[in-house]
């Protein structure tokens, strides 16, 4: 396992305690890219709170973006398939992204570690590491840290979540040409505050390469809450 002690703002009281001087600064919700606040009954990523997301690591790289573009530090923990480069071109500051590939049996305390220091924690889905009761300590972690949890799959007990239900790629004509933008339809679902189900369609990425949204996200009736599943 990567040694925590070495990665900023983790482990250690004083990283904690500047981890809290940045929350009172930029509050109680972090920000997201303008295409994605209608998705969030918040308008953005509340402290304390998990959300899964579903269907699209793109999407999950595209929560971080603008939270450590204005100073937030994030982690990734057990996705060792999740590059620095697709995080790059979706507008994440790397120099404040600290990745943990491969925690290993170690998983539970890498990831309770960084959710003592680091303002969000992306993790692998916990069947791989523990399963139900693992993914309610680290919520729990989260919501006493101040923190933001983000799992890649479904999580037990998250209070939301962030469905990717289709994409179509255009650009090619032809059959020749160049991929250009790719069309998502994203599906949001939650409880409490966030139980009203939406449904927002994206282009992830735009043309330019930024994320875009094609038009503001509406009411979707029908969807269900985020499964209370077991995870082996």
């Known amino acids: 396992m990567a040694r925590l002690a070495s990665l900023p703002g983790v482990g250690t009281a004083s990283a904690v305690a ?8 930029t509050g109680r919700v972090l920000p997201v890219l303008p295409a994605l606040e209608d998705l969030l009954p918040w308008g953005g990523l509340r ?5 899964a997301v579903r269907g699209s690591t793109s999407l999950l790289l595209a929560l971080l973006a603008e939270a450590t573009a204005v100073g937030s530090w994030a982690a990734v923990v057990g996705l060792p398939r999740l590059g620095v480069v697709a995080a ?4 994440v500051e790397v120099s404040r992204l600290a990745l943990v590939p491969r925690p290993g049996a170690d998983f539970a305390a890498a990831a309770a570690a960084l959710l003592d220091g680091v303002d969000l924690v992306v993790t692998g889905p916990p069947g791989r590491f523990g399963g139900t009761q693992t993914a309610r300590r680290l919520s729990a972690r989260a919501r006493h840290r101040g923190a933001v949890l983000l799992a890649f799959g479904s999580w037990p007990g998250a209070d939301m979540e962030l469905r990717c239900t289709s994409a179509r790629w255009s650009g090619l004509e032809g059959g020749s040409g160049y991929l250009r933008e790719r069309e998502v339809v994203v599906d949001a679902v939650g409880r409490g505050a ?3 189900p939406t449904r927002a369609t994206l282009l992830l990425p735009g043309p330019d390469g930024t994320v875009t949204a094609t038009g503001s996200a509406a009411v979707r009736p029908g969807l269900s809450p985020p499964e209370e599943v077991k995870v082996g």
Request: hydrophobic share 35%; proline share 0%.
């Open 194 to 196: 966030a139980a009203r």
């Open 47 to 51: 402290r304390g709170s998990t959300i």
């Open 88 to 91: 790059g071109e979706l507008g």
């Open 18 to 25: 500047a981890r809290d001087e940045h929350a009172q600064v």
